[in-house]
């Protein structure tokens, strides 16, 4: 490993290596992180992104393909109702400037999206993209807007601005160790350490500003999760290594409704609330209610229940409770109409379901077994609304750091709406890219001293050896997670998981390594576990200061935060010098009390309607749900099931 040193001088306008070079065609400006760096990398005037993952495993390209899109189905879903219903639906933990940058930025980010090649249904009466006929995933307006080919268009209209944009380079199945950075009382990326593995090379890169969108951290917690392999938590343990603040770590999201078995198919995805219908509820081991008015709850609420529940001896043999949608279907006049919104909403889904639970399953005709899953991070990098790392007014946030998409924190808080995280990629990527670019423009290049201690920590770790192979740790680490710091925590379960993550980090530091260059999985899983282990220990510390139940947090022997009478506030967690953490509270502005009270008050509304209509008789039900489905649909037109159903097949 003879690593070298890529780096680009502005002035010149060509590469300068101080060391033979294998990369020849490598001018980098800016380096980006990311599984899905598409959306972020066409703003730098001249750069390159890194990833250990190819556009082809990315979670972008396996979700459903729902993106947020304010004012899509109603004119009176302004910029401040989309804020307003970001922060309270996420306890007042999201910070007001970003949400409201993630509603003024929508549509212009969805037009950035489109003129990349994505293409939506256009709804013929409003003239713009069609959206889902309900209020999705605990939004208070219409404004999800699905496309045909799911996640698979979003991937290629990224892909496409990759390859078709001036000036961009990429660096494929590339691992980034660790970013570089210098502290002359004003600390500030200067570089990064990357490996490559195709090549079987370390490589030094200069880069006066780094985007951090390496996704999230569902790996920690496999098999339960429904999330691509490479969501290792590398995007919290690089920011946390490099000085940055992390906040809201302990708010990850568990999808609800997972599917439980066979194995092969554990933790991916069933449904969500919010196709869940008007008649879909939860039911305990036994059959008997646990949850009722689904299509209007948010994840964080349907995963606690059944958390509780499995935890109160209700729960499945698997640690499951039952979905029944059966009297969506049972229903003569609207039960079409629930099996297209179904079926065309979620077909990739329920292609799966076919698949794992049967046609009849897929039907509705039978409850369907599910347990929560992890799904998203919350927390991230905390940021400014510029998506630039900042910090605490007595202490200098890292200087040119930059994060976007899952990477970064203060966006949702405690729960996260359905259908926005497309949305954040490209309203934050987008920030994120104009701001490193204006950094790395007025920045000078680093001495090749600075890499110099980390090239050879990684340098040494190849052909070490003990009784421990990293992947072994990893399984360790990832039952204890879900055991301890998955969707039921107490202070027990927290400290015990700290305790057995120092223990990892010793065996982790003397695991075996194998000596090739080329494709060392070994050294992979190696690094993979130290970011797991760093996020791990961000996630328990966060969990640990939160003492009673908020949002996606549950603690078993807490109380309930109440929004009402309680002031909100983020758990900041950031790694010290001396190797130590260091964990804080930031305050966060409340929704004033008779705005949060008339939100509470609508929301409670809604959900005793919904209860109301369920009590109604079977004729007067059925044809008062069939008038909603037709009032955002229309009628159905012939043949609509059977096309319904050969999606669900294709998939």
């Excluded at 994505?118 to 208070?140: C, M, N, S, W, Y």
């Excluded at 090739?516 to 996630?539: C, H, K, P, Y």
Aim: charged share 25%; aromatic share 8%; net charge neutral.
């Amino acid at each position: 490993f003879n690593p070298c040193i890529i780096d680009y001088d502005p002035i010149i306008s060509n590469c300068q290596y101080n060391k033979k070079c294998y990369y020849p065609y490598c001018s980098l400006h800016n380096i980006v992180l990311s599984y899905f760096l598409s959306n972020l990398a066409n703003f730098f005037s001249h750069s390159g992104t890194s990833s250990s993952s190819s556009s082809s495993k990315e979670d972008t390209k396996i979700s459903e393909g729902i993106i947020t899109l304010r004012g899509s189905a109603e004119d009176a879903d302004t910029r401040q109702v989309l804020s307003d219903n970001l922060r309270v639906a996420g306890a007042d933990l999201p910070d007001p400037e970003i949400t409201d940058a993630f509603a003024a930025d929508s549509r212009d980010a969805y037009d950035w999206i489109r003129r990349q090649g994505l293409r939506p249904d256009i709804d013929e009466e409003r003239g713009g993209p069609q959206t889902v006929p309900v209020a999705f995933g605990g939004h208070t307006h219409r404004r999800s807007v699905v496309h045909r080919n799911s996640g698979v268009a979003f991937s290629h209209a990224h892909w496409n601005a990759v390859v078709q944009g001036a000036g961009i380079d990429y660096l494929e199945d590339a691992w980034v160790l660790d970013l570089v950075t210098v502290d002359d009382g004003d600390p500030c990326v200067v570089g990064a350490v990357v490996y490559d593995a195709g090549r079987g090379e370390l490589l030094a890169i200069r880069a006066p500003s780094v985007v951090i969108a390496s996704g999230g951290l569902g790996t920690m917690y496999f098999p339960k999760t429904d999330t691509m392999r490479g969501n290792t938590g590398d995007s919290y343990a690089l920011a946390l290594r490099a000085g940055a603040d992390l906040v809201d770590m302990e708010q990850v999201q568990f999808l609800p409704f997972c599917i439980t078995y066979p194995p092969s198919y554990e933790g991916l995805i069933a449904s969500e609330p919010g196709v869940a219908g008007y008649l879909g509820v939860l039911r305990d081991a036994e059959g008997k209610l646990l949850l009722d008015g689904l299509m209007l709850r948010t994840r964080a609420e349907c995963a606690a229940a059944m958390v509780r529940a499995v935890n109160e001896g209700r729960g499945t043999e698997r640690g499951g409770c039952y979905l029944d949608l059966t009297a969506n279907v049972a229903a003569p006049r609207s039960g079409p109409y629930f099996e297209v919104f179904l079926n065309t909403t979620l077909s990739k889904v329920m292609g799966t379901v076919r698949q794992a639970m049967g046609r009849k399953a897929t039907k509705c005709q039978e409850w369907w077994e599910v347990r929560p899953s992890a799904h998203y991070c919350m927390g991230g990098v905390r940021v400014g609304p510029d998506a630039a790392a900042k910090t605490d007014e007595d202490r200098a946030a890292v200087r040119g750091l930059f994060s976007a998409g899952q990477a970064m924190g203060g966006v949702f808080g405690a729960n996260r709406l359905g259908s926005t995280a497309l949305s954040e990629n490209a309203v934050f990527g987008i920030r994120a890219g104009h701001g490193a670019a204006a950094v790395a423009k007025a920045s000078k290049p680093a001495d090749d001293a600075v890499f110099t201690p980390l090239l050879d920590g990684y340098r040494g770790l190849f052909g070490q050896g003990s009784a421990d192979a990293p992947a072994c740790l990893v399984r360790e680490l990832q039952e204890a997670c879900w055991e301890h710091i998955g969707p039921a925590r107490t202070r027990s379960g927290l400290e015990t998981m700290l305790t057995k993550i120092a223990e990892l980090r010793r065996r982790c530091s003397e695991a075996t390594v194998s000596c090739e260059g080329v494709w060392n999985q070994s050294f992979i899983d190696r690094v993979e576990l130290a970011s797991m282990l760093d996020t791990a220990e961000a996630v328990a510390r966060a969990a640990l200061t939160r003492e009673d139940s908020l949002g996606a947090h549950v603690r078993l022997d807490g109380g309930q935060t109440s929004l009402l009478w309680s002031r909100p506030w983020s758990a900041v967690v950031r790694r010290d010098a001396a190797d130590g953490w260091g964990v804080g509270k930031a305050p966060r502005k409340g929704t004033p009390f008779l705005q949060l009270l008339a939100y509470l008050y609508r929301d409670r509304k809604r959900k005793v309607a919904l209860r109301l209509l369920r009590s109604l008789p079977l004729r007067w039900r059925d044809a008062v749900i069939e008038g909603r489905y037709r009032a955002t649909m229309g009628p159905l037109k012939s043949g609509d099931e059977k096309v319904a159903e050969a999606q669900v097949a294709e998939a």
